[in-house]
Antibody
Framework: QLHLQESGPGLLKPSETLSLTCSIS?????????WGWVRQPPGKGLEWIGA???????YYSPSLRSRVTIYVDTSKNHFSLELSSVTAADTAVYYC?????????????WGQGTLVTVSS | QSALTQPPSASGSPGQSVTISCTGT?????????VSWYQKHPGKAPKIMIY???KRPSGVPDRFSGSKSGNTASLTVSGLQAEDEADYYC??????????FGGGTKLTVL
């Protein structure tokens, strides 16, 4: 049974870098899936952040591309998100997810999400 | 402002059918047959309900169906049940390895 668990600091100050890790159990990060991040600001809809295939280059939302990095650690079977220069607008619940891609892609398993608050 | 527009709320009585719309543009919903729908209960992780406009993953009841016309996709829930009460989000491929989501629709079973 696949389980994804996000972890990382829940409170950041403006201008700091957000760093989250998604630990995978029940699957290998080297399997034939992509691995991605989505966030949901309070009271708002979901927002795509980006994703990565373990042996490929990451791909990001155009609106966040200048500040985001996604990378994998195959030895630890996890993948990570970094978002630099955060502001209050980055306050959100951050979800990691497995991305199934065939002719199209969709997120077939999600973590429970972790709330990250940006406040001075 | 979400990229895709959904009605904030929808409702129906048990046994009825409800349709939730998702409006985008020719650059996303209208340009690809890659619309998906997610169900989210409070405090739970989102769950895929529909992918590629009208395909259901294994385990999703056939009461859930999807369609698309032009720049608008729709999710229909037939034979409403209490457990269908949740938030529903649409998503579409928008080209260049980018996906967009809707703002979500709160479905209430009366």
């Amino acid at each position: 049974q696949l389980h994804l668990q996000e972890s990382g600091p829940g409170l950041l100050k403006p201008s700091e870098t957000l760093s989250l890790t998604c630990s995978i159990s029940g699957d290998s990060i080297s399997s034939d899936y992509h691995w991605g991040w989505v966030r949901q600001p309070p009271g708002k809809g979901l927002e795509w952040i980006g994703a990565i295939y373990y042996s490929g280059s990451p791909y990001y939302s155009p609106s966040l591309r200048s500040r985001v990095t996604i990378y994998v650690d195959t030895s630890k079977n996890h993948f990570s998100l970094e978002l630099s220069s955060v502001t209050a607008a980055d306050t959100a619940v951050y979800y990691c997810a497995r991305v199934y891609c065939s002719s199209s892609c969709y997120l077939d398993h999600w973590g429970q999400g972790t709330l990250v608050t940006v406040s001075s | 402002q979400s990229a895709l527009t959904q009605p904030p709320s929808a409702s129906g009585s048990p046994g009825q059918s409800v349709t939730i719309s998702c409006t985008g543009t020719s650059s996303d919903v209208g340009g690809y047959y890659y619309v998906s729908w997610y169900q989210k209960h409070p405090g739970k992780a989102p769950k895929i309900m529909i992918y590629e406009v009208n395909k259901r993953p294994s385990g999703v009841p056939d009461r859930f169906s999807g369609s698309k016309s032009g720049n608008t996709a729709s999710l229909t829930v037939s034979g409403l049940q209490a457990e269908d009460e949740a938030d529903y989000y649409c998503s579409s491929y928008a080209g260049s390895n980018n996906w967009v989501f809707g703002g979500g629709t709160k479905l209430t079973v009366l």
